[in-house]
């Protein structure tokens, strides 16, 4: 798995540390993977496949035709505003704002 994980973070460029930062996962336990002092718990998992964009089967496998490119802002943009007009500071604020409490919601739910 971490191989595919340190592939996942070349392809996208960016840091272990930037996907710790931005899942919750301490960095100290991603070492620990790296290092097969710890196996990453499902968990874990869900949350850096969800960040790459990818299945948890391509995570923990590599076996899936291609990795899905994360969703960029531009198209959350166009997907909820429809892309006429410009979408202003307010307007984006609040669609995040709306957008977390769906996502913290669900997690409770998990």
């Known amino acids: 798995m971490y191989e595919i994980f340190v592939e996942l973070l070349q392809r996208n460029n960016v840091t272990a540390y930037q996907v710790c930062k931005a899942t919750g996962i301490a960095p100290a336990t991603v070492s620990d993977w790296k290092n097969g002092k710890s196996t ?7 949350k850096i496949a969800d960040y790459f964009g990818v299945s948890l089967d391509y995570l923990t496998t590599g076996k899936e035709s291609e990795a899905k490119s994360p969703v960029t802002d531009e198209d959350v943009k166009l997907a909820l505003f429809g892309g006429d007009g410009e979408v202003t500071d307010a307007m984006w604020e609040e669609a995040m704002f709306a957008i977390e409490l769906i996502k913290k919601r669900h ?4």
């Open 40 to 46: 990453p718990k499902q968990d874990k998992l869900k």
């Open 107 to 110: 997690q409770k739910k998990e």
